[in-house]
């Protein structure tokens, strides 16, 4: 079969791997639908890591993905070849303590689809997983919508570890598709107000597209013309790109006892709080580490139309085409806020 490999940084190749195996009997094996490039992703091309999980060469990349069922253990109950299914990356052991208390995305064992040292990713012809993590997808959801459902399910872990937000004035600095999926969810779960900032116009207009009451470039006088309509302050403010200016503004943002989400993955060591305005405010920080149990809700509500990314997809590559994708999402070229690379 052939793979996409991270040879060097931002050199990708494509090359024959051998075919993949089912090693334990609930596998299942998947032939790739289409792979959605991740911000993540665009970490390990750019910079060769994130944090201290560093990438050693070649490396296969991804872990956006849909698929469809080709073969299954004898031990699988639930898939059969033919199906259709969204695949969750994250590969928990189940037996440790955090999975016993229901916090599998933080799994002292965790294997996660395309992360140096746990798992190599899925941008490949063929994949195996676990049973559990394949989710057969919805008569006539497209493998596309079941790529998307990976990042609306951080989305709405996100959301849910807010504020309850029905009536709450909130705020989500960086819009590109996590941010956009969190504005998806908060809507859904009734926020009143979204306030919505990327230095991307383009974006930023994109938000604004997406359910934003307001939106625009933090660049541009933010904390000022988001108070002058909210002047009490925002319930919760979700840090979707990792920038530490981002940081600083949602504390200027928060009502006091509110809620800062920080999501993005950030490319420095480390991240400061003012923390004379943080505790003076009691502000209430929270880190959000992936999804968790938010997979299989996310297909349900995408199956009942009422969420929907589908606008999120600006470009589509074919596989051989898969280095053009990473240097367009890399750059922020074309307008891009998704690319897809298709098989």
Known sequence: MQAVRLAALRRLEISDAPEPQLR??????????????????????????????VVRYPFILGHECAGVVEQVGPAARHLRPGDRVAVD???PCGVCDQCQAGRQHTCRNLKFLGCPGQAEGCLAERLVMPEHCCLRLAEGMSPQRGALSEPLAIGL???RGALPLKGARVGILGCGPIGLSVLRCVRLLGAAEVYAAD??????????????????????????????????????VFECCGQQSAVDQALDLMRPGGRLMLVGIPEVERIALVIDRARRAEVRVLN???????????????????????FMVTHRFPLPRAAEAFALVSGYHDGVIKAMIEF
């Open 24 to 53: 334990r009997p609930s596998d299942v094996l998947l032939r790739i639908s289409v792979v959605g490039v991740c911000g993540s992703d665009v970490h390990y091309y750019a910079t060769g890591r994130i944090g201290s999980q």
């Open 89 to 91: 990356p994250a590969m």
């Open 157 to 159: 872990y996100a959301a």
């Open 199 to 236: 230095p991307l116009d383009y974006r930023a207009r994109a938000a604004r597209g997406a359910g934003a009451d307001w939106s625009g470039n933090p660049a541009d006088g933010l904390v000022e013309r988001i108070r002058a309509q909210a002047p009490g302050g925002l319930d919760a």
């Open 288 to 310: 959000v580490r992936r999804q968790c149990g938010c997979a299989d809700d996310t297909l349900k509500l995408m199956a009942a139309g009422l969420l929907d990314a589908d």
